[in-house]
């Protein structure tokens, strides 16, 4: 068998070069001719048990594609039993019981299928139904029962597309298809179609050949053992099952399965001679088309003490020789520090880095917890004033806007009605606050008399404040005066005495990040990262109804009516 197959597969590609140089040209023309024939009814012959594909052409107007044909009611369907149905382009395995004339949905076309039995051929051969190619070389495929018959011409198809119709190097001669160069690809069902005149009806006799392309014949090496690598030792553990893995890669060779054989033994007391076959269970296969890689195991139920003087070896088979790997074991000790010494220690490890993070975010985590709920219990305590407003002039002209100056009180600001994207937050806040909601306000420019210490000054003003507001604008952190304002109240918020920073960003960047060149302290840098903080927009926060007033609103301190009690205090 392997000879005629070499014959094929060798000395055939010889003329079939000739074939591909001489009349690859003239193959094109007469394909077409019989392709493109449209008939609106046509005989087929097919062999039981073969493969066998409708074909899909186009009826006699060239307007109605053939997809579907249903077999015409007999005799023997009068008891309401529905014929087979095929579609074309799509193969199956044929049977007697289905010759019959099929017709298309709309009656157009008409299709006659007979179903010839093996027996009837005269001289039938199994073997010419399939065919095996090598890869890179030139092929021939031979038309099933060519030899039995006169007529040696015929028409190749690949599935349900015709071979001249594909745009690959081959030609067809004398009922044989000859390819120039076997490529992957090519593996498939391919179909030969031959005429036959019977009572003037011209039949189409299609054969069907199963073609596989092959990398090679015979394996060129033994197995090549993947895993485990020679020598290794694997851990184990007492009492407990253990599966021996073994990885080989087998090549291809015709007419054998992959794999052809994988053993794993056990030497007693490593001795190759002493040895006993193991059971084994295969895991996986990969199969490609060079080869195929496959996994095996063998399993020791239960691995005691005796196991560890064995050694143990995978071999694996093929036509071209042996591969083999030995292996040994070695008890795995059981850790116990993990449970012992691992856990505390880890413990140890989370306590002390939380420990050294508190350490590090202790001042900011104060200046949190004292700005978000120090401040509330003390928000009934009676102060002068409620609020000291903190701010840097943005430009000279900032005091007036919309007519009204800082000092004007004639008549209360209304804005809700005020266009406030063109008023400065810093002229708008002191109307807002003071004339329209009613706090008493503290303006150090206002309320501080002239000519005494500024930090003594600040400290006092912060000191019968209840709530210090700071208007971060873009020069706000480079002007000392106003820092000293703002690092003043962050240390009154860590003494506990009862005053509330707020912050309102008019930029809209981190307060962190509104002046980079400034160099400020660290008590003030990290206050300005945890800061209860509220973004303004000129745009978005122009309406008295924005969300900026709302929650500014909802942040102010209460009224109180101890103002009076707290000015005769002093």
């Not at 040209?25 to 493109?36: A, L, S, V």
């Not at 409708?54 to 005799?75: A, D, F, Y």
């Not at 002191?430 to 008399?449: N, S």
């Amino acid at each position: 068998m392997e000879t005629a197959i070499l014959l094929f597969c060798f000395i055939l590609p010889v003329f079939s070069q000739e074939c591909c140089a001489i009349n690859h040209q003239k193959k094109e023309k007469g394909f077409q001719q019989h392709t493109h024939r449209q008939l609106t009814h046509r005989h087929y012959k097919a062999v039981e048990g073969e493969i066998f594909m409708i074909p899909c052409v186009k009826s006699p107007n060239n307007t109605v594609g053939l997809h579907t044909l249903i077999r015409s009611r007999t005799e023997e369907d009068k008891e309401g039993n529905n014929g087979p149905t095929f579609s074309c382009g799509k193969g199956f395995l044929t049977e007697i019981k289905h010759s019959g004339k099929y017709t298309s949905p709309n009656g157009e076309m008409v299709f006659t299928l007979q179903v010839l039995q093996k027996i009837s051929l005269g001289c039938f051969l199994p073997n010419e139904s399939s065919v095996m190619l090598l890869v890179n070389i030139g092929g021939t495929i031979s038309c099933p029962g060519l030899a039995c018959s006169n007529n040696t011409g015929a028409v190749w198809f690949k599935g349900a597309k015709a071979v001249a119709e594909q745009r690959r190097d081959s030609c067809q001669k004398e009922g044989l298809l000859e390819l120039c160069t076997v490529s992957q690809i090519d593996s498939g069902v391919y179909f030969c179609d031959r005429q036959i005149m019977e009572q003037g009806v011209t039949w189409i006799l299609r054969r069907a050949v199963n073609v596989t392309v092959i990398p090679r014949l015979n394996a060129s090496a033994p197995p090549d053992i993947r895993y485990p690598s020679a020598n290794m030792t694997e851990e184990v553990e007492l009492d407990r099952p253990h599966n021996l893995t073994c990885k080989i890669y087998f090549e291809f060779e015709i007419g054998l399965h992959c794999p052809i054989s994988v053993q794993w033994f056990m030497n007693h007391g490593g001795n190759m001679k002493n040895r006993t076959l193991l059971h084994m269970e295969k895991l996986e296969q990969e199969n490609n088309f060079k080869g195929c890689l496959v996994i095996w195991k063998a399993i020791i139920e239960n691995v005691a003490l005796q196991h560890l003087n064995h050694t143990y070896t995978c071999i694996a088979s093929n036509t071209v020789g042996n591969s083999s790997v030995t292996i040994a074991l070695k008890r795995k000790f059981q850790v116990i520090w993990p449970s012992l010494v691992g856990y505390p220690l880890a413990s140890f490890v989370v306590v002390t880095g939380l420990g050294i993070i508190v350490h590090v975010k202790w001042l900011e985590l104060r200046i949190f917890w004292r700005s978000q709920f120090q401040y509330r219990k003390q928000d009934g305590e009676e102060k002068l004033f409620d609020v000291l407003l903190s701010y840097v002039r943005s430009s000279p002209s900032a005091e007036v806007a919309g007519g009204l100056t800082l000092s004007s009180k004639s008549e209360p600001y209304d804005y809700e009605k005020a266009c406030l994207s063109n008023i400065p937050l810093e002229v708008l806040l002191p109307q807002v606050l003071e004339d329209q909601w009613g706090y008493r306000l503290c303006l150090l420019e206002r309320d501080i008399l002239p000519g005494g210490a500024y930090t003594n000054d600040v400290a006092l003003a912060i000191k019968r404040s209840r709530m210090l507001l700071c208007v971060l604008s873009a020069d706000y952190l480079a002007n000392s005066d106003a820092v000293f304002v703002l690092e003043s109240g962050v240390q009154a918020l860590l003494q506990k005495s009862g005053v509330k920073v707020l912050l309102i960003r008019t930029d809209g960047r981190p307060v962190s990040l509104i002046h980079p060149d400034t160099s400020l302290s660290q008590l003030v840098q990290r206050a300005l990262r945890v800061l209860p903080s509220l973004d303004w927009n000129s745009y978005k926060s122009s309406t008295a109804t924005s969300s900026f007033w709302s929650s500014l609103r909802k942040a102010m301190p209460n009224h109180r009516s101890g103002l009076v009690s707290a000015m005769q205090s002093q």
